[in-house]
């Protein structure tokens, strides 16, 4: 199956501040492999985690941001990359382990209500 996203679109793949297990049971939601996620480290500040649906698990690679000759530089495995969309690009086409990766993981809808009501229009010209 082709790969159906943009690594530059940064807001369909990074998902921030996020557990393991709130990925992991996000991403196990996902019928097929090669569905993903980028999320904060927990444990070291400033690195990053991809997370990947694969065959019957999630895998949790860690995306090591390291400074070299004053460059930013991420580090999955072997492999060094000059920015977090060139490192999704190379898996769009290359295999983590089981796949390489698909799309995005969908963002949960979030329901939220209002604290007070609010007038469905708005033309501009109404003063206050």
């Not at 469905?120 to 010209?125: H, L, Q, R, T, V």
């Given at each position: 199956m082709a790969a159906l996203f943009d690594p530059y679109d940064r807001s369909s793949w990074y998902f921030g501040q996020m557990s393991r297990q709130d990925a992991t049971d996000l991403l196990m939601g996902e019928k097929e492999g090669g569905v993903f996620l980028v999320r904060d480290s927990n444990t070291i500040h400033g690195d990053y985690v991809l997370c990947v649906r694969e065959d019957s698990k999630v895998s949790h690679y860690i995306i090591n941001k390291i400074?070299?000759?004053?460059?930013?530089?991420?580090?999955?495995?072997d492999q060094n990359f000059s920015d977090l969309p060139g490192l999704l690009a190379f898996y769009k086409l290359h295999y983590l382990d089981t796949t390489p990766l698909i799309r995005p993981a969908p963002r949960r809808i979030e329901k939220v209500i209002a604290r007070f009501d609010f007038d469905?229009?708005?033309?501009?010209?109404q003063q206050t």
């Open positions: 400074q070299q000759n004053e460059q930013t530089r991420y580090r999955i495995g469905g229009s708005y033309d501009g010209n």
